[in-house]
């Protein structure tokens, strides 16, 4: 392990999506934004769906996290989530749609499951961020 | 005595057949690779799932929760797991016929069955016979997502939350290897107990948030979906497996009869031939005559 590194792991169930040494990691907890140097505290929460974000000398890469577990080392960051999509993966016109989708069955049909499909824009709102954030460079 | 003609035909007609099982059995085993390779591929995430949960059954919260939690039994859900499409040897039949012996047993003992159903084949079947279903999940195999499973998980759960259910038992084909499959039943809720595992480093001390009893209760519904989507994946790579057996011997059936129809056309030809010699030499007999 190399000084001054921490070692970030992605695992979903379509297989590991991740598994690099970085210099800093950036995600959304259920409680808020967290940022994870080397050497942090021990330290476990949940995901929400969000940016997770890591940084790599001057090189940053964005992930979007569809709701994940983390587990914090001193040098490791164990990331479980349902699904992980890197930045440049990410089909924005899908996402877009998707959420047109999503709208659509709020405005219009009444018995519709809200949770999901608030869950459905906020999955699509947050990979348009994901995308922007990689743009923003 | 069948015709030369009909004989020809028949080999020609066989032997498109056998073209046809050829090919299937490639396809089969091409997806058969593929669906090895997406079991390969969760179990990492499975695995680390697993330790986690382990690790934080630890203490009181691992009886804690109401998926863990037995209680009497009296309405017992059963998911059966089939295949969408046919031509798979006996890979239907032997899930259809367990589940068909387990239901009636625990109909016999006095327990209320639901069923619930993955794939055309399970749902035909029951439809014909006018057996009610729950729910039917169709038209997912071949592309099964995690998505799906959480799907099905979320009205599992969700049924056993509010008591509709109190046991939900899978039956699907299990994966043992490429030529053979094992029909399982297995107990999916109430989950089997976490084994609780002493913090191997005692050293750290984990700063959870927002409550390890929290987010153990977060991941105890995600082991729920893991064994749905592994059922699923199981039962798809057995799927695949069971077609390129039944399409290898369909393959060499056809094969065995292409032999033996030529042998039967050769015989038909040289008869034939003898046949018009015999004519001939009459002929040139007569005439000398």
């Given at each position: 392990m190399a000084e001054g590194k921490v070692l970030l792991e992605i695992v979903t169930?379509?297989?590991l999506v991740f598994s690099e040494e970085v210099d800093e990691v950036t995600a959304t907890g259920s409680e808020g934004e967290f940022g994870v140097l080397p050497g942090h505290v021990p330290f476990v929460t949940t995901l929400k769906?969000g940016v997770l974000a890591c940084k790599k000398g001057s090189e940053s890469k964005y992930f979007f996290v569809?709701?994940g577990y983390a587990e914090v080392g001193a040098e490791k960051v164990m990331i479980l989530a349902?699904?992980a999509?890197r930045s440049?993966?990410?089909?924005?016109?899908?996402?877009?749609?998707?959420?047109?989708?999503?709208?659509?069955?709020?405005?219009?049909?009444?018995?519709?499951?809200?949770?999901?499909?608030?869950?459905?824009?906020?999955?699509?709102?947050?990979?348009?961020?994901v995308?922007?954030s990689r743009?923003?460079k | 005595?069948?015709?030369?003609?009909?004989?020809?035909?028949?080999?020609?007609?066989?032997?498109?057949?056998?073209?046809?099982?050829?090919?299937?059995?490639?396809?089969?085993?091409?997806?058969?690779?593929?669906?090895?390779?997406?079991?390969?591929?969760?179990?990492p995430?499975?695995?680390r799932?697993?330790g986690i949960?382990?690790s934080l059954?630890?203490?009181?919260?691992?009886?804690?929760?109401?998926?863990?939690?037995?209680?009497?039994?009296?309405?017992?859900?059963?998911?059966?797991?089939?295949?969408?499409?046919?031509?798979?040897?006996?890979?239907?039949?032997?899930?259809?016929?367990?589940?068909?012996?387990?239901?009636?047993?625990?109909?016999?003992?006095?327990?209320?069955?639901?069923?619930?159903?993955?794939?055309?084949?399970?749902?035909?079947?029951?439809?014909?016979?006018?057996?009610?279903?729950?729910?039917?999940?169709?038209?997912?195999?071949?592309?099964?997502?995690?998505?799906?499973?959480?799907?099905?998980?979320?009205?599992?759960?969700?049924?056993?939350?509010?008591?509709?259910?109190?046991?939900?038992?899978?039956?699907?084909?299990?994966?043992?290897?490429?030529?053979?499959?094992?029909?399982?039943?297995?107990?999916?809720?109430?989950?089997?107990?976490?084994?609780?595992?002493?913090e191997t480093l005692p050293i750290y001390n984990f700063i959870y948030e927002p409550?390890k009893?929290?987010i153990?209760?977060?991941?105890?519904?995600?082991?729920?979906?893991?064994?749905?989507?592994?059922?699923?994946?199981?039962?798809?790579?057995?799927?695949?497996?069971?077609?390129?057996?039944?399409?290898?011997?369909?393959?060499?059936?056809?094969?065995?009869?292409?032999?033996?129809?030529?042998?039967?056309?050769?015989?038909?030809?040289?008869?034939?031939?003898?046949?018009?010699?015999?004519?001939?030499?009459?002929?040139?007999?007569?005439?000398?005559?």
């Amino acid at each position: 392990m190399a000084e001054g590194k921490v070692l970030l792991e992605i695992v979903t169930p379509q297989g590991l999506v991740f598994s690099e040494e970085v210099d800093e990691v950036t995600a959304t907890g259920s409680e808020g934004e967290f940022g994870v140097l080397p050497g942090h505290v021990p330290f476990v929460t949940t995901l929400k769906i969000g940016v997770l974000a890591c940084k790599k000398g001057s090189e940053s890469k964005y992930f979007f996290v569809n709701w994940g577990y983390a587990e914090v080392g001193a040098e490791k960051v164990m990331i479980l989530a349902d699904s992980a999509e890197r930045s440049e993966d990410i089909d924005l016109d899908r996402a877009m749609a998707a959420k047109k989708r999503a709208e659509e069955r709020l405005k219009h049909a009444e018995n519709v499951d809200f949770a999901r499909a608030e869950a459905a824009i906020e999955r699509a709102v947050m990979r348009s961020q994901v995308v922007e954030s990689r743009r923003g460079k | 005595m069948a015709t030369l003609r009909d004989i020809k035909r028949r080999i020609k007609a066989v032997e498109s057949t056998s073209k046809i099982t050829k090919a299937m059995k490639m396809v089969s085993a091409a997806k058969f690779r593929k669906a090895q390779q997406r079991m390969l591929e969760m179990r990492p995430y499975a695995e680390r799932m697993n330790g986690i949960l382990s690790s934080l059954a630890s203490g009181a919260e691992g009886e804690t929760h109401p998926l863990l939690m037995v209680r009497p039994r009296r309405n017992i859900e059963v998911l059966v797991m089939t295949s969408d499409r046919g031509l798979c040897g006996a890979f239907n039949t032997n899930i259809m016929k367990t589940a068909t012996r387990h239901i009636d047993e625990l109909r016999r003992e006095g327990y209320e069955v639901t069923i619930d159903v993955v794939g055309r084949k399970a749902r035909d079947y029951y439809k014909r016979r006018g057996i009610e279903m729950r729910k039917a999940w169709t038209g997912i195999a071949g592309k099964i997502s995690y998505a799906n499973a959480q799907e099905m998980a979320a009205e599992i759960i969700e049924n056993y939350t509010n008591e509709t259910t109190d046991e939900v038992v899978l039956i699907f084909n299990e994966f043992k290897s490429a030529i053979a499959q094992q029909v399982v039943i297995s107990r999916l809720l109430p989950l089997a107990p976490i084994q609780a595992v002493e913090e191997t480093l005692p050293i750290y001390n984990f700063i959870y948030e927002p409550s390890k009893q929290e987010i153990f209760s977060r991941l105890v519904p995600k082991n729920v979906e893991i064994q749905i989507f592994r059922a699923l994946l199981e039962s798809q790579a057995s799927e695949e497996a069971a077609r390129m057996a039944a399409m290898e011997n369909a393959t060499r059936a056809a094969n065995d009869m292409i032999g033996s129809l030529t042998l039967q056309f050769n015989k038909a030809r040289q008869a034939s031939i003898t046949k018009e010699l015999m004519d001939i030499v009459g002929g040139v007999e007569a005439m000398k005559g």
